[in-house]
């Protein structure tokens, strides 16, 4: 050990970050994907639906389980991916580091983090051992053969909840406080301990008595998982064969779905062991079985076990035969779920489109007027602020200003140009009362796909905010620094997105004999009220409105993941050169970037409410259209809100405001003696200029 411990690597693995943000990303997607299929596309699966996504979010959402099962879990693979990004320094010293939000941000220390960790991981096996108890019980009533007692059942579901517990408890024991830690260190790796006091957020353990307590409950919650799950799977499958007889074909496939989806997901999770419990175990391992090579093993051995769920995810929807329909929409099977579906929302929007109020609702009018006229004001001052009052924004402001500009434009056009009217959720429409389509400028589907294009616009302006802001500060520290041919590529994509799905959308427009064939055939009953309305728009789900969708959906994944990677980036930099930065120049970036993060943090102002509008044609709901109206009156907000995070997060302007506070006083203190210098620096050169003259 005294010679192999400095082979140990201290610094951060870029490449295994990366892989933590990429997995995170895809981890969020595909979960969420399969928290809709199970939530709205039930198919066959009743109540067991919610036992499934249990277990999905098990790998994901901390749940509390009583009489009504609730399911509220924290994703495992993402505290793993994104909150804990853990870097191990094992095999030959027994610890680690954390990169993540969670301790960069000192929210959590590392040992949190795994403690947190190791309960996930414990308690995702043992969520599935409950789905296969579940599915027992459902399955025992058919024939009642193998059937538990309540008292049994609810006793093997509390011993699963429990055994988590009984492992992470032991584990958060063997923390030590700093002071024990570099005790270690100064008897087991002295030679690294000016290294290990330039980290902040890593831990170093021993294997006492509380290890080794956490390692024998680890290997007694698998051996119990395994027995469980081996004799429930025996006995179902013995049920379903002795009584297949009995059953309607629809029953029986109905149960043999849902248990060859748990098998399957119990092969990938526990048996085979190779995505979260088996890396794990490899990680310890390498500490009894030390070898070169071991740290970057372990590496990438965390590189697998994040990509537990997504996988998990995958064999979710390739064993419930309605969700694998439902992917795959091209054959025989998804085209014959589609139609289903298709017939049941027809016989739904028959009856449902007359509750559609084709009147202008005044009241969102006059917000309208009120919410634009409030924007002009704080925004014409912002820009104001922007250009005279820059403070030390230096040529960054000019980013800012545009990206003001571009959410002054968007808030302008839907407030006073437009004036959106939706329809939805019975009928796929709107109606625009605003300047534009009134005289006739512009008709609203123009409108519409303005509207569209300003609002991408804005969120890739400040993604190239952001970007600009990362250029600025890595050129400062030397530290994640992109070569100008990828900055400017990134930026182009930047510019080009609000482009690519604008185009699809304006493709979806319809003449308007093409619009009245729809009423005609969608809306019957409205064909006179429409023949009374001139600036309306009707569409369709057609290709070009999928298009679309689509590439909206890639733009919004697109803009966050950027935006994340950036920050985390940039934060990381100013922490690194902080001791080489004068104050001033650190506490300007920090500014920056503060404003910038606030500014994202209301963008989904803009967004959010176009999706939750699109959102009730999927799920429609009694209201739905008054909700629709709503949310467009907090969309109309949005470039205030973001005037009023400018000012109050970027000092200069903060004083400016408040005028009246210490900080202001001082501003003015500040630009009186400057002023005074000046004019006392004018007066002496005049009076030089005469001397010389006399």
């Given at each position: 050990m005294p010679q192999n411990y400095l082979d140990t690597d201290l610094e951060i693995p870029n490449f295994l970050i990366h892989h933590y943000f990429i997995s995170g990303s895809l981890c969020i997607v595909m979960n969420f994907f399969v928290f809709y299929l199970l939530i709205f596309r039930?198919?066959?699966?009743?109540?067991?639906?919610?036992?499934?996504?249990?277990?999905?979010?098990?790998?994901?959402?901390?749940?509390?389980?009583?009489?009504?099962?609730?399911?509220?879990?924290?994703?495992?693979?993402?505290?793993?991916?994104?909150?804990?990004?853990?870097?191990?320094?094992?095999?030959?010293?027994?610890?680690?580091?954390?990169?993540?939000?969670?301790?960069?941000?000192?929210?959590?220390?590392?040992?949190?983090?795994?403690?947190?960790?190791?309960?996930?991981?414990?308690?995702?096996?043992?969520?599935?051992?409950?789905?296969?108890?579940?599915?027992?019980?459902?399955?025992?009533?058919?024939?009642?053969?193998?059937?538990?007692?309540?008292?049994?059942?609810?006793?093997?579901?509390?011993?699963c909840l429990l055994i988590p517990f009984t492992h992470?408890?032991?584990?958060?024991?063997?923390?030590?406080?700093?002071?024990?830690?570099?005790?270690?260190?100064?008897?087991?790796?002295?030679?690294?301990?000016?290294?290990?006091?330039?980290?902040?957020?890593?831990?170093?353990?021993e294997f006492d008595t509380m290890m080794k307590i956490f390692s024998i409950m680890g290997s007694f919650g698998c051996v119990h998982s395994a027995t469980t799950v081996s004799i429930l799977v025996f006995q179902m499958y013995r049920t379903l064969i002795l009584y297949s007889a009995r059953l309607s074909k629809a029953t029986l496939e109905k149960h043999t779905s849902s248990l060859k989806s748990l098998i399957a997901q119990f092969f990938f999770q526990f048996l085979t062991t190779p995505i979260a419990i088996f890396p794990a175990v490899v990680i310890v391992l390498t500490m009894v079985f030390q070898f070169e090579g071991g740290q970057v093993l372990t590496w990438y051995m965390l590189m697998m076990m994040t990509m537990h769920s997504t996988i998990n995810s995958l064999v979710v929807i390739f064993t419930v035969p309605e969700f694998r329909a439902f992917v795959f929409f091209w054959s025989r099977e998804g085209r014959n779920l589609r139609k289903s579906i298709l017939i049941k929302k027809m016989t739904e929007k028959s009856e449902n489109y007359r509750n559609t109020d084709l009147e202008i609702p005044q009241y969102l009018i006059y917000h309208y007027y009120i919410s634009g006229s409030i924007s002009v004001l704080m925004n014409s001052f912002v820009f104001y602020l922007l250009i005279f009052r820059k403070g030390r924004l230096d040529t960054f402001r000019f980013y800012l200003l545009s990206f003001q500009i571009i959410c002054f434009l968007c808030d302008f056009h839907l407030s006073f140009l437009m004036q959106l009217v939706p329809f939805f959720p019975y009928v796929i429409g709107g109606y625009a009362a605003g300047l534009l389509p009134r005289f006739s400028i512009l008709s609203p589907h123009y409108c519409m796909t303005?509207?569209?294009?300003?609002?991408?616009?804005?969120?890739?302006?400040?993604?190239?905010?952001?970007?600009?802001?990362?250029?600025?500060?890595?050129?400062?520290?030397?530290?994640?620094?992109?070569?100008?041919?990828?900055?400017?590529?990134?930026?182009?994509?930047?510019?080009?997105?609000?482009?690519?799905?604008?185009?699809?959308?304006?493709?979806?427009?319809?003449?308007?004999?093409?619009?009245?064939?729809?009423?005609?055939?969608?809306?019957?009953?409205?064909?006179?009220?429409?023949?009374?309305?001139?600036?309306f728009a009707i569409y369709e789900f057609d290709i070009m409105m999928k298009t679309f969708a689509t590439i909206v959906l890639i733009g919004c994944v697109q803009s966050v993941n950027t935006v994340f990677l950036l920050t985390f980036q940039m934060y990381r930099a100013l922490v690194l050169c902080s001791s080489s930065l004068s104050k001033e120049t650190l506490e300007k970036h920090k500014s920056s970037l503060r404003s910038l993060i606030g500014q994202f943090m209301v963008t989904p102002i803009a967004v959010l409410p176009a999706m939750l509008i699109v959102s009730t044609i999927v799920f429609p709901f009694d209201g739905a259209q008054v909700f629709t109206w709503f949310m467009l009156m907090i969309m109309t907000t949005h470039s205030t809100i973001n005037c009023l995070v400018l000012i109050f997060t970027i000092p200069k302007f903060r004083t400016i405001i408040l005028f009246w506070t210490e900080e202001g006083k001082k501003l003015r203190r500040i630009r009186m003696e400057s002023r005074s210098v000046s004019f006392m620096g004018n007066r002496a050169t005049r009076n030089s200029f005469r001397n010389s003259m006399s």
């Amino acid at each position: 050990m005294p010679q192999n411990y400095l082979d140990t690597d201290l610094e951060i693995p870029n490449f295994l970050i990366h892989h933590y943000f990429i997995s995170g990303s895809l981890c969020i997607v595909m979960n969420f994907f399969v928290f809709y299929l199970l939530i709205f596309r039930k198919g066959r699966l009743d109540t067991f639906r919610f036992y499934l996504l249990a277990f999905q979010v098990g790998s994901a959402i901390i749940f509390s389980f009583h009489l009504n099962f609730q399911i509220i879990c924290f994703s495992c693979d993402f505290h793993l991916s994104i909150l804990m990004q853990l870097v191990p320094f094992f095999p030959y010293i027994v610890g680690g580091f954390a990169v993540g939000l969670l301790p960069t941000f000192s929210i959590l220390t590392p040992h949190y983090c795994m403690t947190i960790l190791s309960f996930l991981v414990g308690f995702q096996t043992n969520m599935l051992t409950i789905c296969f108890l579940r599915k027992h019980r459902a399955i025992s009533k058919i024939g009642g053969k193998y059937k538990l007692s309540q008292r049994v059942y609810n006793f093997l579901v509390f011993f699963c909840l429990l055994i988590p517990f009984t492992h992470s408890v032991p584990f958060h024991l063997t923390g030590k406080t700093k002071e024990e830690q570099f005790q270690i260190i100064d008897q087991k790796y002295p030679l690294y301990r000016a290294k290990f006091e330039k980290l902040s957020n890593f831990e170093i353990y021993e294997f006492d008595t509380m290890m080794k307590i956490f390692s024998i409950m680890g290997s007694f919650g698998c051996v119990h998982s395994a027995t469980t799950v081996s004799i429930l799977v025996f006995q179902m499958y013995r049920t379903l064969i002795l009584y297949s007889a009995r059953l309607s074909k629809a029953t029986l496939e109905k149960h043999t779905s849902s248990l060859k989806s748990l098998i399957a997901q119990f092969f990938f999770q526990f048996l085979t062991t190779p995505i979260a419990i088996f890396p794990a175990v490899v990680i310890v391992l390498t500490m009894v079985f030390q070898f070169e090579g071991g740290q970057v093993l372990t590496w990438y051995m965390l590189m697998m076990m994040t990509m537990h769920s997504t996988i998990n995810s995958l064999v979710v929807i390739f064993t419930v035969p309605e969700f694998r329909a439902f992917v795959f929409f091209w054959s025989r099977e998804g085209r014959n779920l589609r139609k289903s579906i298709l017939i049941k929302k027809m016989t739904e929007k028959s009856e449902n489109y007359r509750n559609t109020d084709l009147e202008i609702p005044q009241y969102l009018i006059y917000h309208y007027y009120i919410s634009g006229s409030i924007s002009v004001l704080m925004n014409s001052f912002v820009f104001y602020l922007l250009i005279f009052r820059k403070g030390r924004l230096d040529t960054f402001r000019f980013y800012l200003l545009s990206f003001q500009i571009i959410c002054f434009l968007c808030d302008f056009h839907l407030s006073f140009l437009m004036q959106l009217v939706p329809f939805f959720p019975y009928v796929i429409g709107g109606y625009a009362a605003g300047l534009l389509p009134r005289f006739s400028i512009l008709s609203p589907h123009y409108c519409m796909t303005i509207l569209s294009f300003l609002v991408g616009f804005q969120v890739n302006m400040l993604t190239i905010c952001f970007l600009r802001k990362h250029q600025i500060i890595s050129n400062i520290s030397g530290k994640y620094k992109l070569s100008t041919k990828i900055y400017n590529f990134i930026a182009m994509l930047c510019l080009l997105i609000p482009i690519t799905y604008s185009i699809p959308f304006h493709l979806t427009g319809k003449t308007r004999n093409e619009q009245f064939k729809i009423i005609e055939m969608n809306y019957p009953l409205f064909h006179e009220k429409f023949l009374q309305l001139t600036n309306f728009a009707i569409y369709e789900f057609d290709i070009m409105m999928k298009t679309f969708a689509t590439i909206v959906l890639i733009g919004c994944v697109q803009s966050v993941n950027t935006v994340f990677l950036l920050t985390f980036q940039m934060y990381r930099a100013l922490v690194l050169c902080s001791s080489s930065l004068s104050k001033e120049t650190l506490e300007k970036h920090k500014s920056s970037l503060r404003s910038l993060i606030g500014q994202f943090m209301v963008t989904p102002i803009a967004v959010l409410p176009a999706m939750l509008i699109v959102s009730t044609i999927v799920f429609p709901f009694d209201g739905a259209q008054v909700f629709t109206w709503f949310m467009l009156m907090i969309m109309t907000t949005h470039s205030t809100i973001n005037c009023l995070v400018l000012i109050f997060t970027i000092p200069k302007f903060r004083t400016i405001i408040l005028f009246w506070t210490e900080e202001g006083k001082k501003l003015r203190r500040i630009r009186m003696e400057s002023r005074s210098v000046s004019f006392m620096g004018n007066r002496a050169t005049r009076n030089s200029f005469r001397n010389s003259m006399s």
